[in-house]
């Protein structure tokens, strides 16, 4: 049985019941299991393939050239606003603001603020940060 016609350039699972579909000029759409388009099709990019499990349901997306996340429902929760951020994961997402790295909740409020020259993804609580020295303490 069809789910879709072939409209789309590339499909991939996204969660058991749904599918991320990208068309050929860059636009991307949520799909239930059967073909319907959940929310508004978008233009940018979106990770292939998140596992829902480690990313609280919570999907990187690139706009324009900055990150931001949908939810498994399609549903665009934190506007792209970040240069570089990392997939959610316990409840924390690595984002950077004015090229300094940080951590955001589910709601985009900052919960570590952006002073960091790295942080590594979280493992439950907790996550290793990578402080630069400044060039006058050597």
């Not at 319907?36 to 990019?45: A, Q």
């Not at 984002?95 to 409020?109: L, P, Q, S, T």
């Not at 919960?111 to 960091?116: A, L």
Request: hydrophobic share 35%; no cysteine; proline share 9%.
């Amino acid at each position: 049985h069809v789910v879709s016609e072939p409209k789309w350039k590339d499909i991939h699972p996204l969660t058991p019941n749904l599918i991320v579909a990208f068309d050929h000029d860059s636009t991307y759409a949520i799909l239930d299991r059967n073909g319907n388009v959940k929310g508004t099709p978008r233009t940018g990019t979106i990770d292939r393939m998140p596992d829902p499990a480690s990313t609280d349901g919570m999907i990187r997306i690139r706009r324009d050239g900055l990150y931001g996340f949908i939810d498994t429902a399609g549903t665009e929760v934190i506007p792209p606003q970040f240069v570089d951020a990392l997939p959610f994961a316990y409840g924390r997402a690595v984002v950077m603001i004015d090229r300094r790295y940080g951590a955001i909740n589910r709601n985009g409020e900052i919960v570590i603020p952006p002073s960091y020259e790295f942080i590594y993804p979280f493992r439950d609580d907790t996550a290793v940060v990578v402080i630069r020295q400044d060039d006058s303490d050597r």
